[in-house]
């Protein structure tokens, strides 16, 4: 049974950071694709940055030079550093997985596996 839970979300100023994490278990986490989404209300949730197994990472042209994600797989965590944060930031973001490499694929239908969420408000 596979299980994504994030923590870390809450309210930041506009320039401020904050750092999400996502703790996985009853999957081999190195195998998996990795990733991180949000979701503004009314919007459609995408894709914000990925990494594969091997710490090869991808970003959205939004939070390029500001978001880094990374991954421990001998913790099974993920984490998501979000720097100099603007209020188009504010959504919920989830931890998301897929089996095996993150190739092409970037859209919520890919991935198989999805953690609660948590709010991120930027103000």
């Known amino acids: 049974h596979v299980q994504l839970v994030e923590s870390g979300g809450g309210s930041a100023q506009a320039g401020g950071s904050l750092t999400l994490s996502c703790a996985a278990s009853?999957?081999?986490?190195?195998?998996?694709?990795m990733a991180w989404f949000h979701q503004a209300p009314g919007k459609e949730r995408e894709g914000v940055a990925f990494?594969?197994?091997?710490?090869?990472?991808t970003y959205a042209d939004s939070v390029k030079g500001r978001f880094t994600i990374s991954r421990d797989n001998t913790k099974r965590t993920l984490l998501l550093q979000m720097n100099s944060l603007k209020r188009e930031d504010t959504a919920i973001y989830y931890c998301?997985?897929?089996?095996?490499?993150?190739?092409?694929?970037?859209?919520?239908?890919?991935?198989?596996?999805w953690g609660q969420g948590t709010q991120v408000t930027v103000s």
């Open positions: 009853g999957v081999a986490f190195s195998s998996f694709c």
């Open positions: 998301a997985a897929r089996l095996w490499s993150c190739g092409p694929f970037r859209e919520k239908p890919d991935f198989g596996y």
């Open positions: 990494i594969g197994g091997d710490g090869v990472t």
